[in-house]
């Protein structure tokens, strides 16, 4: 959910002008002594235990989202392929409620013009196309967009969530909360976790708050099973600084994120927000003017390799096929749902040239060349160096090009354009 774009201030120098009120907010996490003293509370809902796959509207349609954009979005993921690779999650964001602005009477129910059926209508639809849907609500008396917020009728919003069908909530504190100390964001995010816990149904449970307040450390005990480790993603790859002091792009995000590895484990996960691939700097919300088809399969394989959700933002409904073959690249899918849930960590960092590596669990090494660097460079993989292998011979897969390269005794060289990300799986060859 876009934070500057919320916030009420009615011109971009307002918006600027917050921003800029709050530069720690905006670019620092709080500090560790600030958390340290929440209870231990090791709640589970016992869901994700992969990271989940879908699509959001959020990205390629802010608050423009109606009951005929969701069906089709449905039958297209059917038709195209993606259910079928696991994108199984119909997620609506902000924009489906009836009522702007807070009111006494807390009237949070679907807008009647934008879901005529409701929206227990389109959970069933999704279901019976063996999908599941999800939906949004935020922990403020109003959410981002200035939309009903669930503050202080959160069991009761569970209550109406469940009833629906509904099987994942992201629970978003942008705005609401923004100059909040971590405890109070801990304490309105529990409220919800233990309301949907408390009901009978499944529900992933996403907490949104633009990686401040360390959440991180905490979220997880509460019972999120993924949480923003930033502020919203860019459709950029590469872009100078943050644009409007708020927006990271891709590099933004896996240099904030890949230092968070050990708080990412089956059930709970670090989310670097989502996929921008294929938006082609055609959002309706966020900045950026697009990235290359190169730079867009390059992301893909960063969310993958780091244990991120993989919700798509874009139009799932018209995408072309280079696009759609980066999706559903079935082998660099199962690194990401990998059931041994390690996310990637750096282990070579050479300038602008990276290596990212994480154990999977058959015993084999997935293995991300990244070139930051805008030319071409031959990157060398080291299994004994890098990864502390002690195989005399490796055998390696090259996943985008879903090739074996062969088996290597020494180490394995390739080159790697600008802006790419070479992904491999190195195995251990039968004696």
């Keep these: ?13 307002g918006l600027m002008a917050l921003a800029c009120a709050l530069p720690s907010a905006a670019t620092e996490p709080a500090s560790p002594e600030k958390v340290t003293h929440f209870e231990a509370l090791n709640m589970s809902n016992g869901l994700a235990k992969t990271p989940p796959m879908g699509w959001s509207s959020w990205n390629g349609f802010g608050v423009e989202i109606n009951e005929q954009l969701v069906i089709e979005t449905i039958d297209a993921m059917v038709k195209n392929g993606m259910r079928d ?3 199984v999650y119909v997620n609506l964001d902000d924009g489906w409620q009836r009522y702007k602005g807070s009111r006494a009477d807390h009237p949070l129910e679907y807008d009647p013009e934008k879901f005529p059926r409701g929206i227990k209508y389109l959970a069933d639809y999704a279901h019976k196309n063996g999908m599941k849907l999800g939906i949004y609500s935020g922990p403020g008396k109003d959410t981002c967009a200035g939309y009903t917020g669930s503050a202080g009728h959160e069991a009761e ?21 923004v100059k909040e100390p971590a405890d109070v964001v801990r304490r309105d995010f529990l409220k919800m976790s ?4 408390s009901e009978k149904r499944d529900i992933v449970y996403h907490t949104c708050h633009c990686g401040w307040t360390n959440i991180w450390e905490w979220a997880g005990d509460i019972g999120a099973n993924h949480w923003r480790i930033g502020q919203d993603i860019s459709d950029d790859f590469d872009y100078p600084e943050n644009r409007e002091q708020y927006y990271f792009d891709v590099l933004d995000m896996i240099d904030r994120g890949v230092e968070l590895s050990r708080y990412a484990k089956p059930g709970q996960w670090n989310d670097f927000d989502m996929l921008i691939v294929g938006l082609d700097g055609k959002s309706k919300e966020l900045v950026g003017a697009g990235a290359s088809n190169v730079e867009y399969r390059t992301h893909f394989s960063l969310w993958a390799m780091l244990a ?4 798509v ?3 799932v409904r018209n995408l072309d096929p280079y696009t759609l073959e980066t999706l559903t690249n079935a082998e660099v899918i199962a690194i990401s749902q990998d059931p041994l849930g390690l996310q990637a960590e750096k282990v070579r960092d050479e300038g602008d040239y990276e290596i990212y590596a994480r154990e999977l669990s058959d015993g084999s090494w997935a293995v991300a060349l990244l070139n930051r660097n805008g030319t ?8 004994k160096r890098d990864l502390g292998l002690p195989w005399a011979k490796a055998a390696i897969r090259d996943l985008w090009d879903h090739e074996d390269k062969g088996t290597y005794d020494i180490p394995y060289t390739v080159e790697v354009i600008g802006h790419e990300a070479k992904v491999l799986r190195i195995s251990k060859p039968a004696e």
């Excluded at 919003?157 to 909360?177: N, P, Q």
């Excluded at 233990?194 to 816990?197: D, E, F, R, S, T």
């Design 1 to 13: 959910m876009t934070f500057l774009k919320a916030v009420q201030a009615g011109t971009m120098a």
């Design 85 to 87: 690779a696991g994108y």
């Design 157 to 177: 919003d569970a209550d109406m969530f469940a009833s629906w069908g509904i099987d994942h909530l992201k629970y978003d504190a942008c705005c609401s909360h």
């Design 194 to 197: 233990k309301a949907l816990i």
């Design 308 to 311: 991120s959700p993989l919700l």
């Design 313 to 315: 933002g874009s139009d």
């Design 376 to 383: 071409t460079a031959d990157m060398t993989i080291n299994w």
